[in-house]
């Protein structure tokens, strides 16, 4: 959820501007951009130095630089997808509640649009006070969100609530409620890519030239908008970058027929991209097939057809897409499959269109759906055409 996220972590006068340090390093670990502002009491605690060193860029404290210009609050505030203040002392939760602004950091939190976090860190009694706790209230009427304090062990030797939330945690409390605020947050969705190999023989194999990317693009934008995804792959050269991902990697036809069944059941969303062998040898050879003769017959019989079989078990809450690669006549062709194949849509790429199909990093496309109505789109990279075909199933799932 954090990967490539642009935040600003607020530091305020606390003990626990320690524990920002190990924040920072975890949000940088997951792939975040980290600017820290620190109030000015915040450097009596940790040096700037050390935030700066770890952050890769420059510690911001005061509204005027030593060459007389001036820290542009409001920018950082629009650069940022989100703010977080940790620690937030009493003093900082305070002005924040109240409207008060007399440091970088606070008017950078009053100039920002984008979702602000608060990890609260005060002594006991100082928590448990009823100024705090209006306070804290709010800020959770302003639609702050208020990591909740833990309680343990405090700086003053006393034992109790009020010592800021431990880093794990808070990326814990970002990664949930980034999640909950996706548009396919609680969807299943389950993605096939790749070819199918059919063994002729220990060595050889029926296959073809699918890389997979599209595929695995596809399964990556719906892991980015919220949804929980299982990927069923064939041999691949490429992984994914979402670690959320389920992938289970398959090999024939009939293995991907076997996934693909028992984690339908229950998938909101089905994207069939695999580049399935429509036929199998016969029988496959337990021993090398010997060199005999000027030529050899191979006997081959169907696959399932694994969408097919979808498509008959396929509940009115699902949503069933297809993809469908064509040299000729390739709407009417896509459209046929679409109906027999039961599909709710289904993508269109043509083999006529230079930069489309497999093995590339572009692709064109055309959806139609089950009323016949084609969106044409660009030749983009594949990346972008996921994105383009997640854009069309959440339109999907809200109608
Ligand atoms: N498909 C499948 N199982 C198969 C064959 C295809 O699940 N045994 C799926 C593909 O993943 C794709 C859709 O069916 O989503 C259409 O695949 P395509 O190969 O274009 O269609 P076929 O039905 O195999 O028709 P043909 O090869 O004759 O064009």
Same mark, same amino acid.
């Given at each position: 959820m954090l990967q490539g996220k642009k935040i600003v972590l607020g530091v305020s006068g606390s003990i626990a501007a320690y524990k920002a340090v190990f924040l920072l390093r975890l949000l940088t670990k997951a792939g975040a951009e980290v600017k820290v502002i620190m109030t000015p009491s915040a450097k009596d605690f940790v040096a700037p130095l050390t935030f700066s060193a770890l952050s890769n860029n420059p510690v911001l404290i005061d509204f005027s630089t030593p060459d007389g210009s001036w820290n542009n609050h409001v920018e950082f505030a629009n650069w940022a997808d989100l703010i977080i203040? =940790?620690? =937030?002392s009493a003093n900082s939760i305070g002005k924040l509640a109240l409207g008060l602004c007399d440091n970088l950091l606070l008017a950078t939190l009053f100039s920002a649009s984008c979702p602000i976090y608060i990890a609260p860190a005060m002594d006991r009694e100082m928590y448990s006070s009823e100024s705090i706790k209006k306070n804290i209230a709010l800020l959770t009427k302003q639609n702050r969100f208020i990591i909740p304090s833990e309680e343990g062990e405090l700086a003053s030797g006393l034992h109790g609530e009020? @010592?800021? =939330?431990?880093p794990e945690n808070i990326i814990r409390f970002l990664n949930e409620t980034i999640a909950k605020g996706l548009?396919?947050?609680g969807k299943k969705a389950l993605v096939t890519a790749g070819p199918t190999y059919e063994a002729i023989d220990p060595v050889r194999f029926i296959g073809n030239h699918s890389s997979g990317k599209m595929g695995f693009a596809i399964a990556e934008e719906l892991a980015k908008q919220g949804a929980s995804v299982t990927l069923v792959h064939g041999p691949v050269k490429i992984s994914t970058a979402n670690t959320s991902i389920k992938t289970i990697a398959v090999t024939s036809a009939r293995e991907m027929y076997d996934a693909s069944v028992t984690a339908f059941n229950g998938s909101d969303i089905t994207v069939m991209s695999a580049a399935v062998a429509d036929y199998k040898p016969a029988t496959t050879a337990k021993e090398k097939i010997k060199k005999s003769g000027d030529s050899i017959q191979l006997e081959l019989v169907q696959n399932p057809d694994i969408i097919a079989e979808l498509g008959k078990k396929k509940k009115a809450n699902q949503l069933l897409i297809g993809f469908a690669l064509e040299t000729n006549d390739e709407v009417k062709n896509a459209s046929v499959k679409l109906k027999k194949k039961n599909l709710d849509a289904i993508i269109l790429n043509s083999m @006529?269109?230079?930069? =489309?199909?497999?093995?590339?990093d572009t692709n064109k496309i055309t959806i139609i759906d089950k009323r016949n109505k084609t969106t044409n789109f660009e030749l983009k990279p594949k990346i972008e055409v996921a994105a383009d075909i997640v854009t069309y199933i959440i339109a999907c799932l809200k109608k």
């Open positions: 203040l =940790a620690p =937030a009020g @010592r800021m =939330a431990e548009p396919l947050y @006529r269109t230079k930069g =489309a199909g497999p093995g590339g």
